[in-house]
């Protein structure tokens, strides 16, 4: 990259990042990484900071020493801007990916066993029952809104299962989930509510009544080892792995399913080759990711990114989608292009450095599972609307179509 593309357009109008950049966003992206790999963004609510979109540059905001999740001036912006998401109260507070070191590491170490590739393989046959589950619940021809049907409920039940919240609370915990992400939507803070007070009641229940599932084994750890878990921490850490084990993935499969349906030739090899499968699904990562942007970090001191001052207190994002798109990423290959079977396909959908997604096994194994068993069941789908039609979460740092409206044929 030439020194001159590294220079920020300083003084340059601040990007907004609203639903229209957020419907082009890979448009937006590819405009914004042409300039330089550092943005000065106003992300909503008149909340503004720095948006990283090169790669080189992601990775090392991800792993830099003062960007850090917690920061006493950041705070007072956030409340400043009406900005919800960290106040006490509405239990996203207290979990790994809001912790530095080394509260992180002792958060993340309480539940990183459960997440193991070891224990994540063992979850497949029942993935795979689920996928086949939701196909024949289905008529075996006709229209359906493949988010609605598929995508959706099949995270949401396997996540739901590994923490144990039982069959009546689902619907509910899909609503609030879906909209707890989306921070400019009326919704967004009743959901954080709801959710907070299902899982805070559910906490109480395997308390009295313990299972053997993921909430009852935190719940435990809490009880059993006193100080290592607070109830602030065990109350968010089920939030955390709600919202990020499940939304995340409903709408990689979204993101998954469109890039094929607009790319049939690449459809085409996917039925023929199946064994693709695992590659393929880096390279839906890395060509259009569910995470678009990372959570954020704040600048503990004034310091230095690609040659920019960023002032103490300052927030800083990733946008781990562009990333992916960057050329220094591509190794020589078109990143623009969708390439099922691209070798090494290189991103960071996952992000990087100390909160590496805990989740990135099961995210693979469930992406790897739904989509082989979709392609293998469903020999006809084709988009039943205008792709140009489709309508993209307006906000916040997920990417995805609120649905995805198919005409298919099941066998
Ligand atoms: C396609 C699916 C997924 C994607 C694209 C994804 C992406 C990410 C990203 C980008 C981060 C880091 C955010 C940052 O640094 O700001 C992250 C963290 C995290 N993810 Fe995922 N995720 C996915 C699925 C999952 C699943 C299935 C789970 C588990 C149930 C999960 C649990 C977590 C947790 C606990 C963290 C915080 C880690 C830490 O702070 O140490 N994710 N994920």
Redesign the pocket.
């Known amino acids: 990259m030439s020194p001159q593309k590294q220079q920020c357009p300083v003084g340059a109008d601040r990007v907004v990042l609203d639903a229209a950049f957020k419907a082009d966003a890979p448009g937006q992206y590819a405009r914004l990484r042409a300039l330089g790999p550092l943005h000065p963004v106003e992300y909503h609510q008149g909340l503004t900071g720095w948006l990283v979109v090169g790669y080189d540059l992601a990775r090392q905001a991800?792993t830099h020493p003062a960007l850090l999740k917690d920061s006493e001036p950041a705070t007072e912006a956030l409340a400043a801007a009406g900005f919800i998401l960290n106040q006490p109260g509405l239990g996203l507070v207290g979990h790994?990916?809001d912790a530095d070191p080394p509260e992180?590491a002792r958060l993340?170490r309480l539940v990183a066993g459960a997440?193991t590739p070891r224990r994540t393989a063992q979850l497949a046959p029942r993935i795979e029952q689920i996928a086949h589950d939701l196909l024949d619940a289905l008529p075996p021809a006709g229209e359906a809104d493949l988010v609605e049907v598929f995508n959706a409920p099949l995270p949401v039940t396997v996540?739901a299962e590994l923490l144990g919240i039982p069959t009546e609370h689902r619907e509910d915990f899909r609503h609030w989930s879906a909209h707890s992400m989306q921070v400019a939507s009326p919704e967004h803070r009743p959901a954080l509510l709801g959710l907070h007070g299902l899982l805070r009641d559910l906490v109480k229940a395997k308390r009295q009544a313990p299972a053997d599932d993921l909430l009852s084994a935190l719940v435990t750890a809490h009880d059993q080892e006193d100080g290592r878990l607070s109830e602030d921490e065990l109350v968010g850490t089920a939030m955390?792995?709600v919202i990020?084990?499940?939304e995340?993935?409903v709408n990689?499969l979204g993101n998954a399913t469109l890039a094929l349906l607009r790319h049939p030739d690449q459809l085409r090899l996917l039925r023929e080759r199946p064994e693709l499968l695992p590659g393929a699904v880096e390279e839906f990562?890395r060509y259009d990711?569910?995470?678009e942007r990372?959570?954020n970090r704040y600048a503990a001191e004034d310091l230095e990114l690609g040659g920019v001052t960023i002032p103490r207190g300052s927030i800083v994002t990733v946008a781990?989608g562009s990333a992916g798109h960057d050329d220094s990423a591509a190794q020589g290959e078109d990143p623009g292009a969708l390439d099922v079977a691209r070798p090494n396909a290189r991103h960071l959908?996952?992000?990087h450095g100390?909160?590496?997604?805990?989740?990135?096994p099961?995210?693979r194994l469930e992406?790897t599972i739904a989509l082989r068993v979709l392609l293998s069941r469903v020999p006809e789908l084709e988009l039943a609307i205008l792709a140009d039609s489709l309508e993209w979460i307006p906000s916040g740092m997920m990417r995805g179509v609120l649905s995805l409206p198919v005409r298919y044929r099941t066998t």
């Open positions: 991800l790994m990916l992180h993340r997440f996540i955390l792995l990020a084990g499940h995340t993935t990689l990562l990711t569910s995470v990372s959570t781990l959908a996952f992000g100390i909160h590496y997604c805990l989740g990135a099961l995210a992406a």
